[in-house]
């Protein structure tokens, strides 16, 4: 067998740099802020309905 018939590993994974990790957990932050200031209107508005 030669040298080139050998699978041959996978080059490893590029390691990301912190700024991009920070980029991705601001953005899920952020997300979750809206996500909860929304849910909170939603449920505020449902009880305003209920109570006039």
């Keep these: 067998m030669t040298a080139s018939a ?3 590993a ?11 990790l920070r980029m991705i957990l601001s ?4 997300g979750l802020a809206y996500g ?3 849910a909170a209107t939603g ?4 009880w305003v309905q209920q109570h006039l």
């Design 27 to 30: 953005h899920l932050v952020r």
């Design 10 to 20: 996978p080059p490893p994974a590029p390691r990301r740099p912190r700024r991009v």
């Design 36 to 38: 909860t200031g929304t």
């Design 43 to 46: 449920v505020l508005a449902y």
């Design 6 to 8: 050998v699978p041959s």
